[in-house]
């Protein structure tokens, strides 16, 4: 059964642009905090930006001024903008949705950052 649904990575080349979608399931109800989280090959998994439903926003240092994280409360949509990408952004995104108790991920997808 899937739960959150991944869009938007690939390969792109340094200073470029992607931008990450992750719808949830209509049978996720009451989604407070939904994010982005990633892992780089040998990496531990690292907070890359999260959202409340009502709109509060945390970012990582590394990301901040180059990324931005929304959300469309009615479609269960979190999107997150990347611009000026970096080799070191390379890694795999997943998306993170918490409803309660409940914690629910995404499959994650591939963003390469490479000339």
């Known amino acids: 059964q899937v739960q959150l649904v991944e869009s938007g990575g690939g390969l792109v080349q340094p200073g470029g642009s992607l931008r990450l979608s992750c719808a949830a399931s209509?049978?996720?109800?009451?989604?407070?905090?939904m994010g982005w989280y990633r892992q780089a090959p040998g990496k531990q998994r690292e907070l890359v930006a999260i959202?409340?439903?009502?709109?509060?926003?945390n970012y990582a240092d590394s990301v901040k001024g180059r990324f931005t994280i929304s959300r469309d409360n009615a479609k269960n949509t979190v999107y997150l903008q990347m611009n000026s990408l970096k080799p070191e952004d390379t890694a795999v995104y997943s998306c993170?949705?918490?409803?309660?108790?409940?914690?629910?991920w995404g499959q994650g997808t591939q963003v390469t950052v490479s000339s």
């Open positions: 959202i409340t439903r009502g709109g509060k926003i």
């Open positions: 993170n949705a918490a409803a309660g108790t409940t914690v629910y």
């Open positions: 209509d049978t996720i109800f009451s989604i407070n905090v």
